[in-house]
């Protein structure tokens, strides 16, 4: 819908070819089954589409939204230990994945420069290896086909794109591709938020140590629209996940800290577990072919995916169309092969910071040729202990890591001259021994202080 967007402000006529049903409003839909998980709009994909659609984020935030200021407002147990909850530049937008795709999808449908064909799927390139010149469309419902003609055709189909297979059928070689799947799986259901948690309780992240050799746990609580909770549990391979209600509250219980677990004792559930596999890093590589067809461009999760515990997936889609944009509404000269190499940038951090990630855990299986995950591993893991380790208790540090985190600005500038001055002088706090929660926010999701925790004031 971004790009469609995007492209709507720029040429006479957008059509965007949807296989499904669209719901007319925050409702789930069939093709859609990862909305049933946790999802976070970080703020650099947040200022995107709010460029792009002015006041989305106040229409979010009135649909019961929330913005989440990092570190501020939120509970996190690293891989290194509990975070100091510091101010920061940053945020990002929590609500349910319908609810986000609602509130951009009216808007773009609304303005009338954009046509949605539902139950229609491309099936096939037209054109050749220089030019791409429209698509085969066929009919859901009836299996019919037709050929609808385009300046521009954009894959935004995510991860089932046939974009490899459309290529050959054209003429031209393999694309390039990196895989690198840890083998992540999700069980989520929501809950009923304690009565004086439904608005200001912190999201509380649990992670795994990847160090320790064992399959990843993870656990989430996400305060969504409506007062209530989306709780996630996840796992890299190897980590089974719960089949039932006791085992839900057995995986929490089983987390490096029991806080999700005492969450949930006594909350309501309100819906069935719903358990996914789609947690594999993949990204293709277009912009190496030594041509690349002109009217064509691949974007979001067609052209890269991320494992979705890290949150990156929706905010680097929006990068990806904002790249369009300036390049659309340029002084250079248009081309699909320049505009693919731009698309290919907006997806390089978020690549490099799920990957990175993953590649550490025991069991990951990857195809992967990026010399910054292959070579030098120790180096890398070092820098990454030292940076994860003052993050937790500098709040300068803190603060750039968070720009880096949410997209903000490039992976490059943890590696700068004056990053590397911060380190040194920013003075680090004691190190967390528990969850750093306020008295007032205990006694809101009702619970007990732990004698451990060292979060005064």
Not at 327 to 332: A, D, F
Request: aromatic share 6%; proline share 7%.
């Amino acid at each position: 819908m971004l790009t469609a967007q995007v492209l709507s402000r720029h040429l006479d006529t957008v059509t965007v070819l949807e296989r499904d049903v669209l719901p007319d409003g925050p409702r789930q839909r069939r093709g859609q089954p990862q909305a049933r998980h946790g999802h976070i709009l970080w703020s650099s994909g947040a200022r995107v589409v709010d460029g792009l659609l002015p006041g989305t984020i106040d229409r979010l935030l009135a649909a019961g939204a929330r913005r989440i200021m990092f570190q501020r407002d939120l509970v996190t147990l690293t891989s290194h230990g509990w975070q100091h909850r510091f101010p920061s530049r940053q945020f990002c937008l929590m609500c349910s994945r319908p609810l986000m795709d609602w509130t951009v999808r009216d808007q773009v449908v609304s303005a009338g420069r954009v046509r949605v064909r539902q139950r229609a799927e491309a099936v096939e390139l037209s054109g050749g290896g220089d030019r791409v010149t429209g698509v085969r469309v066929r009919d859901v419902e009836t299996g019919a086909e037709s050929a609808l003609a385009a300046d521009l055709v954009v894959d935004a189909t995510g991860r089932g794109s046939r974009l490899r297979h459309w290529l050959a059928a054209l003429g031209l070689p393999p694309v390039e591709e990196d895989v690198v799947d840890a083998g992540m799986a999700y069980c989520s259901r929501l809950y009923k938020a304690p009565p004086g948690a439904t608005t200001a309780f912190p999201p509380v992240n649990i992670s795994p140590d990847p160090r320790d050799g064992r399959p990843g746990r993870f656990g989430v609580v996400h305060p969504q629209e409506g007062g209530v909770w989306m709780v996630t549990l996840a796992g890299t391979r190897g980590a089974r996940l719960p089949s039932d209600d006791a085992e839900f509250t057995e995986y929490a219980r089983s987390l490096r800290d029991p806080l999700v677990a005492d969450l949930i004792a006594s909350a309501e559930p309100l819906t069935p577990l719903f358990v996914s596999h789609f947690g594999a890093n993949r990204r293709l590589y277009p912009e190496r072919l030594e041509r690349w067809p002109e009217g064509l461009l691949v974007i979001g999760d067609a052209l890269a995916a991320f494992n979705p515990i890290y949150g990156h997936g929706m905010s680097s889609a929006a990068l990806g169309a904002a790249a369009l944009d300036e390049l659309l509404g340029g002084p250079r000269p248009w081309s699909a092969a320049a505009a693919q190499r731009a698309a290919g940038a907006a997806a390089d951090d978020p690549w490099i910071i799920a990957a990175a990630r993953d590649i550490e855990y025991v069991g990951c299986r990857t195809t992967a040729t990026d010399p910054r995950l292959l070579g030098e591993a120790e180096t890398r893991r070092h820098f990454a202990d030292v940076l994860t380790t003052r993050s937790l208790r500098s709040p300068a540090v803190s603060a750039l890591v968070t720009d880096a985190a949410s997209l903000s600005v490039p992976q490059s500038a943890l590696g700068s001259s004056e990053f590397m001055a911060l380190m040194a002088r920013d003075e680090p706090l004691p190190e967390l021994t528990g969850p750093p929660l306020a008295a007032a926010e205990l006694a809101a999701a009702g619970l007990r202080p732990r004698d451990a925790v060292g979060a005064d004031g």
